[in-house]
């Protein structure tokens, strides 16, 4: 590649950039506030109602869809006993048939569902027919909502997003930066190899991750996945995004050429890896953010950005040193890569920093939250990748590509091989944190506290429960 061809294509990086911000500055500067998990905004019959006669249905309205989960709504009468009931989800409404003639007095329906970002929620509603109950004995079965997801998930959703980015990235690496020709075929067949195997990292990372996230977002032991109703209760995008990464990865590492790639081998490869990248932001946090489609779309820009950085990372340690060693190929492969990479980099961080505007909502939230805590030690870390970057990119590339004799060329290949295994190793603790922010509740302690003091009122008899009606 000639200077002006690298010229044109750092321009062009930087031009996307600038609009990926632009773009999303503009839509997000006119959106509403940041959006986070479904609220309850009204009930039917509102709480603490006291009415003439049982009504046929109890019906829950939130701000946004819920999803139902079996066996999460039960209705008890004052005496704690259970009132037959069944109750559906439709669209963002909870609504409690009463299957059995109720008598006189204070009934209590308990509740639980999951929020479209895929957190839990709960809380109860009190109301009485004919006059309240002078004592309500609901049994203390206490509904305890556990926002925060256990950490077995944070590890498995560290080690899909590590194979899903590595898998995709060395393989978008291999058709997009190698040389087309048969010099480098050495090189395509070790990345091959390598992506295959972040390929099966990913897999398993996506797959093990489902049979958690139902027990996390249902409140349920181990024991409850041996129920059919504990699978069917998932929407089926936790079952539909993995089956996209591991379909998308399969397609590209299947591919992948070991000779001089043909342009539909190149289309195919990145289609697969396009497929697999997407399809992460259909669920979580980017489901509840507003506006929602260009969140998802910002979405799937960080997480093409983050694959193309992760994985040019990858493949330049394990192929650099071997390409370094006869001509200047090696020092030609780095350039190609390094001239795009700050425009890859541009893209991941704004829109890094969108996302984050669009979740946490605020500033305060970045100090307030354990979310937002996570978010600024990612920050962090990204800062050090970066200048481990620009390390890289302004003092050791120069020295690489100037280097006249052969056995110079192989020290100074040596030298960056070393930083960017440790500006690598530097984005595989970036995902860590991510494995661990993707599943935890953005909303502040306060607004999540009072579904589980909803839930401990109903022990106490004297007390109506008076959980976020507003
Ligand atoms: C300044 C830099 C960055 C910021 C501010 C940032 C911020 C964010 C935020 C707010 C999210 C959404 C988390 C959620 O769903 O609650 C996210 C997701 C993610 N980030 Fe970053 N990030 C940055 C850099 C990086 C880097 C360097 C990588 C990896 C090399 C990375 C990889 C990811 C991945 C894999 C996801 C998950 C996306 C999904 O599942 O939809 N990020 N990031």
Known sequence: MGRSDARRCGAAAALLGLLV???SGV??????????????ISTDPPEGAVLTAAPEQVVLTFDESVIGDPGGTTVFDAAGHEVASSAAVRGPRLVVDLDEEVGDGTLVVVWRLVSDDGHPLGGSLRFSVGAPSEVVDVPGEEVHVDTDAPWRLGVLRWLG??????????AAFSVLFLPGDARADAARDRLRGAARLAAGVAAVGWCFAVPLVALYQLGLG????????????LAPAQYAVPAAVVAGLVVAVTVMPVTPPARLRVVTVLAGCGVALAAPALTGHTRAADPNALVIGVDVLHLVAAALWLGGLLAIALVLGDL???????????ARFSTWAAGILAVLVVAGSLLAWRIAGSWAALLDTGYGAL??????????AVALASWNRFVLLPRLLGAERSLERRDHAATVVRTVRVEAGVLVAVLLVTGFLVDRSPEPESAVAPAVQAMSKLVDPVRSVTFAVP
């Not at 978010?375 to 050090?384: F, G, P, S």
Request: charged share 10%.
């Open 21 to 23: 911000g632009l773009l």
């Open 27 to 40: 839509g997000v500067l006119t959106a509403s506030p940041a959006a986070a998990h479904a609220t309850l």
């Open 161 to 170: 997003y590590l194979g899903l980015l590595a898998a995709a990235g060395v």
């Open 222 to 233: 181990a024991s409850a996945l041996r129920d059919g109703e504990t699978w069917s209760a």
């Open 324 to 334: 370094a060693a006869d001509d200047r190929h090696g020092a030609g492969v780095v």
């Open 375 to 384: 978010l600024l030690v990612k920050v962090l870390l990204v800062l050090v």
